[in-house]
């Protein structure tokens, strides 16, 4: 398997742009996870998904962020309108099961100017 | 309010000493406890999981131990290499919400040869 799968790699828009980051999981895996990085804040927990449903959305900032997984191989952020406190990197990470590790993705930089 | 803390956003040790991190959490009663490494540019990259019942967990040159009672992970890397540079990160469940990993901030690791 090639691992979790993100794209794009880097994304730069303007201010009030829709931005779709995509993510592909470890076939198999049950658990997805997207996660927010900054300096300031580190990792953060957006949302998490258990078998194509979202389980936990509490750390979604605001109605501007939104994400889907319509099957198990496929997931989708989106922010509308961005905004530039979303830049950041994002990361994608999926799991075989709960109690076992998380594989992550090599990330997507987004950056709103 | 929840919270996991490592112990300092940077450290610097010589090549060949032991280096110590630490994680303390507060208000979580986690299932377990997991370390990342985490490299410049990259998704962080899993190293060791320990469970609320086990004290000791070991990994070649890697040792985590977990206490419950002071609600602290200890990760330790022997005969440290310049090799072992990098952010280090500590994540748990929280026990409640199934599945729900959340990370701590990282603790930026300088080995110097």
């Known amino acids: 398997d090639a691992g979790v799968i993100q794209s794009p790699r880097h994304e730069v828009t303007e201010m009030g742009q829709e931005v779709t980051l995509r993510c592909k999981p470890i076939s198999g895996h049950d658990y997805l996870f997207w996660y927010r990085q900054t300096m300031m804040r580190g990792l953060e927990l957006l949302i998490y998904f258990n078998n194509n449903v979202p389980i936990d959305d509490s750390g979604m900032p605001e109605d501007r962020f939104s994400a889907k997984m319509p099957n198990a191989s496929f997931s989708t952020l989106k922010i509308q309108p961005s905004e530039p406190r979303d830049s950041a990197v994002y990361f994608c990470a999926s799991s075989p099961g709960r109690n076992t590790e998380a594989f992550f993705g090599q990330g997507t930089r987004l950056t709103v100017v | ?113």
């Open chain 2, 1 to 113: 309010s929840q919270k996991i803390e490592q112990n300092s956003e940077a450290l610097n040790i010589q090549e060949g000493k032991t280096a110590t991190l630490t994680c303390n959490y507060t208000n979580y009663s986690p299932a377990y406890l997991q370390w990342y490494r985490q490299d410049p540019g990259r998704g962080p990259v899993f190293l060791l999981l320990i469970r609320e019942n086990e004290k000791e967990k070991r990994k070649e040159r890697l040792k985590v131990t977990f206490d419950t009672t002071l609600k602290q992970s200890l990760f330790h890397i022997t005969a440290s290499q310049p090799a072992d540079s990098a952010t280090y990160l500590c994540a748990l469940d929280e026990g409640t919400s199934y599945g729900k990993l959340t990370f701590g901030q990282g603790t930026i690791l300088t080995v110097h040869p």
